[in-house]
């Protein structure tokens, strides 16, 4: 299987399965100098970790991040990069194959069973193996990365509806985000999501969700025209994550609403002479490059395609069957994708930075 590489200085390679004995990532192109505890790291996976809430699939990793190589330890128990390949290192602790049994050979509709024996001829039916959200793990740890080798970066991320449900604009904190369980903005619309995935989860279906992501900091002319646009590599980047569906920058799909007049981003001169965006609705880029306003991103992400209903489908052999998923699943797996979206956000930003570094040598 090829196709397990993303970025192009910051070049981030995940490997392992869903239910392997570990999984991780491989980081080429992190610049030398960086110096990080391991808590750095951790704090990223924490937020990404299953089994947090009854809202999220109970199987239960500590999802610990090892640190293999690329760095030398300081006697302060710090560590800095040397500039050689990271090697990131996670453990899988509670893998339960065996819940997979009765669809070795069956397809499960929505997931990639069929896709992937139809083109490799053959599947790990564990848990979906590469194709398993489980494999994000690897991504938020390169994210946890690439975050401490932008200082001045912020790059935050918020769950902003669910089903039908959205927050309110008006009522948005982020302090509020790390204050729940579904990393909402919204204090007043938590309980609207605890009763509404509580009804969900004991129908033993799903729903699916849309995550916004916001880096603040990043520095004006980030980014390339035509083939290597930042927005074109942060939608990839999105989209590359496991049940996302959609991608928007910006306005989005709102701006096909919207007159030219309401769209346009205007531009003063500001008290320190300096230029000022009066608006943004190009989402902090224009022309593939970025302007210095934040840069906003949104995903949707499909209902989990495990669900207890029986569903009609076919097997291997070509016999038409039902299949009803066991194990464990998330009721709506958008929740822990909120720390996977800022992840990609960071990996992406991150080696843009370090391309224009090197085209133009003006970005430190």
Known sequence: MSHNTFGHLFRVTTWGESHGPALGAVVDGCPPGVRFAHEDLQVFMD?????????????????????????????????ITTGTPVSLFIENTDQRSKDYGDIAKRYRPGHADYTYDLKYGIRDYRGGGRSSARETAA????????????????????LVQIGTHKVNRDNWDWAE??????????????????DYLDGIRKAGSSVGAVIEVIAEGVPAGIGAPVYGKLDQEIAAGLMSINAVKGVEVGNGFQAAEITGEE???EMRIGAD??????????????????????????????????????????DADGNEVDVRTKGRHDPC????????????????????????????????
């Open 47 to 79: 937020k990404r970790k299953p089994g947090q809430s009854r809202f999220v699939t109970q199987r239960r990793e500590d999802d610990i991040v090892k640190v293999l190589s690329g760095v030398m330890p300081q006697e302060d128990g710090t560590m």
């Open 139 to 158: 991504r938020v740890a390169a994210g946890a990365l690439a975050r401490l080798a932008m200082p001045g970066v912020t790059i935050r991320g918020a």
């Open 177 to 194: 985000v790390d204050q729940n369980p579904f990393f909402c903005p919204d204090a007043a619309m938590v309980p609207v999501f605890e």
């Open 263 to 265: 769209n346009a981003d």
């Open 273 to 314: 002479g300096k230029p000022v965006f009066l608006s943004n609705h190009a989402g902090g880029v224009l022309g593939g490059i970025s302007t210095g306003e934040p840069i906003v991103a949104r995903f949707a992400i499909k209902p989990t395609s495990s669900i207890l209903t029986e569903k009609r489908s076919i």
């Open 333 to 364: 797996v958008g929740i822990r994708a909120v720390p996977v979206g800022e992840a990609m956000l960071a990996c992406t930003i991150l080696d843009h930075i370090l391309r224009d570094r090197g085209q133009n040598g003006r970005t430190r």
